[in-house]
């Protein structure tokens, strides 16, 4: 038979053993439900970042008018080259007219203009088409503005990847005498050119 005192000693090391394995379980569980918060929160900080980058990007997209556009080869695919005043949208034209105020009227490439603002006759139009050329992503107008300090001029309608529409006019101020698309093109994608963030009066 065990003492009085050697049944106390017993029942006290069984409830501290007791006592330890609810501890070290509890601080177990504890460490489990801590990670799988810290989990959750890092998730959630995760996707917290996408949805702000997303609603930047958007907004890069819809505030456009804002960025400098940079031209590369894939502006330049399934493109077209047209030499006719006729091959010009409306919506271009539309543009131009409201920018410069007044009724705008075109010549074709090998058709008379009025290239100085001496009127010799004022039935002729003011621009006259070099070519334009129009691709999946950009409508690109290149054309003779005549009159006082006749000039080349070329401007860039590019396609709103929300919308779908060319809605985006950029005029550049660009080297004078190109000839060909081909040329133009390299000069675009090459970076050799000024944008014109003040642009009515250039139409």
């Not at 959750?40 to 949805?51: D, P």
């Not at 809605?167 to 190109?178: D, E, F, H, R, T």
């Amino acid at each position: 038979m065990k003492s009085l005192v050697e049944n106390t000693q017993d029942w006290l090391q069984t409830k501290d053993r007791e006592g330890l394995l609810y501890f070290y379980s509890a601080r177990w569980m504890g460490h489990k439900t801590t990670n799988r918060r810290r989990k959750t929160k890092g998730k959630y900080i995760v996707m917290r970042n996408i949805l702000i980058l997303l609603f930047l990007s958007f907004l890069g997209v819809v505030k456009g008018q804002q960025q400098d556009y940079m031209f590369s080869e894939k502006d330049f695919i399934n493109e077209k080259i047209y030499y006719k005043k006729s091959a010009i949208p409306c919506f271009i034209k539309r543009k131009i007219k409201q920018a410069s105020g007044g009724k705008i009227r075109w010549a074709n490439p090998d058709k008379k203009y009025r290239s100085t603002d001496v009127v010799n006759n004022p039935l002729l139009p003011s621009r006259r088409l070099i070519f334009f050329i129009k691709t999946d992503k950009i409508n690109v107008l290149y054309y003779e503005h005549g009159g006082r300090g006749k000039h080349e001029h070329c401007i860039v309608f590019v396609k709103d990847s929300i919308s779908g529409k060319f809605n985006y006019p950029i005029s550049l101020g660009i080297k004078q005498g190109i000839l060909s698309p081909e040329e133009l093109k390299k000069h675009l994608i090459e970076g050799r050119y000024s944008e014109l963030k003040d642009h009515s009066c250039q139409f």
